[in-house]
């Protein structure tokens, strides 16, 4: 903040001091509504007034609250009331102006919507200058002129955000940008600068992705961070053109990622239409084999009856059924027919649909290895200035991955590499002491499964302190210290992704002591359907793994009945379907128990998946793996149909993958068995007929206190 004048302090404060009367005396006969004007007008003169005295904070909270006048919010007057009060009171103590030091929001800075005709060039311009700064932070040049290109783009995003009304960025960028002034005047300004703002990185992604959950991070609220304050966008894409061409005779069109995004649409459309096909096919065969059985009663009936004879049944009688029992065997044969056509027009749609998905997916396709350079760039800048040596190697470089999908993903595996940097990577000296060898080697991995992209995140570094954790979330009041002591290591690892938990005490760094970073991230992955998986040993190193969905599209799926409910298990991960009946009957977890806790008889079937119960621990080399098994009510059939993305809210209610939209209109979901898993370790744990009580938790064993450490 820019140093008070006292002149310019007092003559301000008496300028507060004449509008709060005018603003008062305007309330005793009008209307707040009519007043919303005038007292606009007051607030803008204000905020000239308070940016002049160099109390940037109060112009800001007047910024703001001008905008909402100026939008007609009748509640904004009241508070330009108490905000002209309580400053007022603040100069007068000698304080500054308005309450809250950078980079602590202010108690009333919240997120606004966005014009939608500008979102979409707005988000991606304020990525392209994220990743321009990025670079600059990454480069082994001069550090003056990276300082003064890193100035340069948080200044056009601070205009940026002010444009469109983008209160929180805006806010944080205009702070940010104060404390790196002047960072181009030499050398060791320049470093102090670019480690400011790699320091705030994380920050500014998270203002972007989710301003709710970021806001609530600086302020220190543990909050759940919201995925549903700003739908998913589709920005233009700001990765470059692929290198590798066709040969030059091979023509080629370029066309923009909206208009591939709106073909797939169509495509997906069609999808619909063609389930809708089946379906009629369905309903048809149900219909011809009703006939069927009607022309087998009638001729059942014409047997009865006889021959005509005087005193039996009319022979106009008999010749009406006849006559019926003929019509319905020709409107069998026509169903027939129209079945095989039926068929056939399915079959058609269905090849079509699929060869167009994947023709027109491979359009906006890009190999991983852009994104990889990308962290490595960024990664390889903040091990210098940490003083950490680091070797990098990456594995599945070459994989296909949707632009799209690179772009959104590269902000979290950013985080996530900057937190293994600075809370699990130890001093050269600290390494070689150990008989390490002094360069970190940390590890970027792609490898597609199925419809699923895996992104691995893991480093041989010092690992985390299982049980500094666990005593750290008693500390802060996370978990019982009974809860501590009986969860598992993979339960007390997610606690990481707590807002606010922290394996850090008390931090003169803000951002060091509040855990920012890794809620955020999980966050802006489960926006995406995904999900992360953490696995750590103490001294052997940390991983942290990505699962997303690569695209909702065809898949195909095995449905199932538990608990009354269907449900669409992805084939991919079925490894065998058995009878599970009689006196050897094997006890696995029911389906609809890992859904919703519930004492179930045992399962008539068992659906054996192939995923290791042990797979998110990477050193549990030379176990024998234990594959997921649950149980079914009942088996249907092996379907291809179209999975569709899911909403924020259907994603936090259980372990879900996507849903479908069957032919009549209804809903089924699919489930995420890499989600389920846990649940269904968890659940074979508890006693059989036991599954709606606690478990038994073990007694507690005295052990000495763990002091905190690793990551936050």
Known sequence: MSTRDPVLTKLLIEELGRHLRELRSQTRGDSKESTLEPTRRAVHALKGSAGLAGEPELASA????????????????????????????????????????????????????????????????????????????????????AATTVYRHVHTMKGAASAVSDEPMAWFCHGLEERIRGGGASSEAAVTSLEVVARYRGVLGGLLDDPDAALATLRGVPMRPRTTHRPSQRPQSAWPDDEHRGPEGDATVRVSAQAVDHLLDHVGGITV?????????????????ELRRVRAELAEALRLIGPPRPWGAPAAALRRIDNAAQILAEMGDDFELAIE?????????????????????????????????????????????????????????????????????????????????????????????RGLPREVTLTFAARRQANRLLVTIGDDGAGVDVAAVRARAVEAGVVTEVLAEAADDQTLLELLFLPGFSMRAQSPDLLAGRGIGLDITLAAVQKLGGTIRLSSRLGGGFEARVDVPIETGLASVIWVTAGGMEHAIPALYARRIRVNEGPDAERVPH??????????????????????????????AGKQPRRLAIGVDEVGVTEEVLVRELSPLLRGMGPFAGAIVRGDGSLRLVLDILALAPRARALGRVPEGRVSEPPSRPPLSRRSPVPPSKPS
């Open 273 to 289: 239409a063609r389930e809708r096909v089946a379906a009629r096919v369905s309903r048809t065969s149900e219909q011809a084999q």
């Open 62 to 145: 007047m910024q703001r609250l001008e905008r909402r006048l100026r939008d007609g919010d009748p509640s904004a007057f009241d508070e330009v009331i108490s905000t002209i009060t309580q400053a007022i009171e603040r100069l007068e103590a000698g304080k500054s102006g308005f309450g809250g030091v950078w980079p602590e929001p202010p108690p009333d800075l919240a997120p606004g919507p966005i014009d939608p005709l500008v979102r979409a060039q707005y988000i991606a311009e304020i990525k392209d200058r994220l990743a321009q700064i990025d670079e600059a932070l990454g480069s082994t040049n001069d550090a003056v002129s």
């Open 591 to 620: 389906l609809a128990a890992c859904l919703e806790p519930a004492n179930l008889e045992r399962a008539p079937y068992v659906v054996e998946l192939d995923v290791d119960l042990d797979a998110r621990d990477p050193w549990a």
């Open 341 to 433: 056509e039926l068929e056939i027009a399915d079959q058609a749609l269905k090849d079509n649909t699929g060869s167009a998905k994947k023709l027109l997916s491979a359009m906006r396709q890009t190999p991983i290895r852009g994104m990889f350079a990308r962290l490595s760039a960024a990664v390889l800048a903040e091990s210098r200035r940490m003083g950490r040596l680091v070797s990098i190697r990456t594995s599945g470089a070459d994989e296909p991955i949707d632009r799209r999908l690179a772009e959104q993903l590269a902000e979290p595996c950013l985080q996530i590499a900057r937190n293994a940097i600075a809370h699990g990577m130890e001093t050269p000296e600290a390494r070689e002491a």
